[in-house]
């Protein structure tokens, strides 16, 4: 009698803790999440990644029922930011800006200690091509006359960009142009580059055409990249061989689990698909992107695989 209870019991154990063992999944699943979401802004204030997760903030906290904490944590062309998100808990209340190809170029760095491949990619929302502009006192009113004073002082005309991804593309618009100027850095995104074009300290800045548009009272755009012209650029001439595209989304860390990525997917999407959120991004010189995940993981391979 003894043994026979004390097999009653040991099974009744099992069967106690296998069931509290899918209870408790099964609630863990269902209350995702249950506390405030951490989003890091790899970018100063005012850039493209700041507004990207402003604009997305309150369809995030109300598809997902929680607050949407934005912090920034800027330097390294995002690489700081891309970092901090690479060495988070995997656990879906730490996500990130994603810039393409800036976490692609970026990774190539020393001691950067990631790859990016390694991150849990929950979807692109946007994109916008290149641009170059100049302070709006500038002298040089037209490509050609800033074409003009580049080959007159070879060298000497400056252009400012972000960070190492900055470089990689002003160096393929110089060569089209068959230019030679001066790359000057800017650490922190677009929000520190913009300051220097409005006081004059640079003679040219280089980024997304969206900032261009953004920033009309203060900078003229001389050239914008890709095949057409830009809708909110009237009259800007475009140049078919320079092919700069940035694309915005959203990343969480090495090994989130694919059910709390696919329920980040989903308000992410309908963040972005809110009516406000798509005039916004449309009168502001942005093309609107909704992707599943396997379209984002797509998209993600095809770029990683460009830019090896």
Do not use: C
Not at 54 to 63: D, F, I, T, V
Not at 181 to 206: E, I, N
């Amino acid at each position: 009698m003894k043994i026979k209870l004390e097999t009653i019991f040991k099974g009744a154990l099992a069967t106690f803790v296998g069931m509290s063992m899918a209870f408790t999944a099964n609630i863990a699943f269902a209350d995702y999440p249950e506390k405030d979401i951490t989003f890091i802004v790899p970018y100063s204030p005012g850039g493209g990644s700041d507004q990207m997760a402003r604009r997305l903030q309150p369809g995030l906290e109300k598809a997902l029922g929680v607050n949407v904490r934005i912090v920034y944590k800027t330097g390294g062309g995002g690489a700081v930011g891309f970092s901090e998100l690479h060495r988070s808990k995997p656990d879906g209340y730490t996500i990130s800006n994603v810039v393409v190809p800036n976490v692609i170029l970026s990774s190539k760095g020393d001691g950067v200690g990631y790859k990016p491949g390694d991150f849990e990619y929950i979807g692109m929302t946007e994109s916008a091509v290149g641009a170059l502009m100049v302070p709006k006192d500038s002298p040089y009113k037209s490509l050609d006359a800033f074409v003009a004073a580049a080959k007159e002082k070879p060298g000497m005309l400056t252009v400012a960009g972000v960070g190492g991804t900055g470089a990689d593309r002003w160096g393929a618009l110089a060569d089209i142009l068959g230019i030679e100027t001066t790359y000057v850095p800017v650490s922190g995104g677009v929000g520190k580059m913009m300051p220097m074009l409005a006081g004059s300290h640079v003679d040219a800045g280089m980024t997304a055409s969206n900032h261009a548009t953004k920033h009309s009272s203060i900078v003229d755009a001389l050239v914008v990249a890709g095949t057409q012209e830009v809708g909110t650029l009237k009259g800007v001439p475009f140049e078919p061989e320079w092919s700069y595209v940035t694309t915005w989304g959203i990343m969480a860390p090495p090994g989130t689990p694919a059910d709390i990525v696919a329920t980040l997917n989903a308000a992410l999407n309908e963040a972005a698909s809110d009516p406000s959120v798509a005039d916004t991004l449309g009168k502001a010189g942005y093309n609107t992107i909704i992707q599943t995940i396997d379209e984002v993981n797509a998209f993600m391979d095809a770029q990683i695989k460009a830019y090896e």
